[in-house]
């Protein structure tokens, strides 16, 4: 399996400001993600991070708010932007090979909370 | 559309007793099921997967899952739980016409006293 890491690995944070995660994979993946999982919470699924595109975005997440960058197979981030205390998550990256059978690895995750 | 129900928040066992996390799911084409724990201050750790083939999954730290297709469900079993299984169990499920995204449960709390 790949093994991921995640900057910073917590963070505390003034609302309003805007906070940069980033995802560090060992290997070339197909497929990165980027969830939250808000305190007490299963995983929400954030967005899907391309190579060379736009990120997927689902329902209810948008790209001014979540801004995301893979510029290559290996890397990727997310911003969380104008932060408010709602904003307080664990936010979590997890790679596959993109085949539906393939396990989904996740990094160690990033807490944040926002004051 | 495919969804995660873990009917229960919270599973208490003693040590040495059998432990079982419920699962059941739904899908619009043929499941693949996962299995996910969570320490606390962790990210989430691959226990176990079903693709196709027998129905009882073996996977990590001597944990079991069972699939069920007429029951819908994919149960986590451990024989003889652990303290040290205490954690966060997520219960994940991928339909073969969705490429990649997983559908989470919303957890079980795994409680084992000594």
């Known amino acids: 399996s790949a093994v991921i890491s995640q900057k910073p690995s917590r963070d505390i944070c003034q609302r309003g400001t805007s906070l940069t995660i980033q995802c560090q994979v060992d290997s070339q993946v197909t497929m990165m993600f980027w969830y939250r999982q808000q305190p007490g919470q299963s995983l929400t699924l954030i967005a899907t991070?391309?190579?060379?595109?736009?990120?997927?975005?689902e329902s209810g997440f948008v790209i001014d708010k979540f801004p995301i960058s893979r510029p290559n197979l290996t890397f990727s981030t997310l911003t969380v932007s104008n932060m408010s205390p709602e904003d307080s998550s664990i936010y979590l990256c997890?790679?596959?090979?993109?085949?539906?059978?393939?396990?989904?690895?996740f990094g160690p995750g990033t807490r944040l909370l926002v004051l | 559309a495919q969804s995660v129900a873990q009917p229960e928040d919270q599973v208490n066992v003693a040590e040495g007793n059998p432990l079982t996390v419920k699962c059941t799911y739904s899908?619009?084409?043929?499941?693949?099921l996962f299995w996910y724990v969570q320490y606390p201050n962790r990210g989430l750790q691959f226990l176990l997967k079903y693709i196709t083939g027998d129905n009882l999954v073996k996977g990590s730290y001597g944990f079991e899952a069972e699939f069920n297709k007429s029951q819908t469900s994919f149960h986590l079993k451990k024989p003889s739980a652990l303290v040290s299984d205490s954690a966060l169990y997520f219960c994940?499920?991928?339909?073969?016409?969705?490429?990649?995204?997983?559908?989470f449960g919303a957890g079980t709390q795994v409680v084992v006293t000594p």
């Open positions: 991070a391309n190579q060379g595109s736009e990120a997927t975005y």
């Open positions: 997890s790679v596959s090979s993109g085949r539906a059978i393939e396990t989904q690895y």
């Open positions: 899908v619009s084409g043929n499941p693949y």
């Open positions: 994940a499920v991928r339909s073969t016409d969705s490429w990649g995204k997983l559908q």
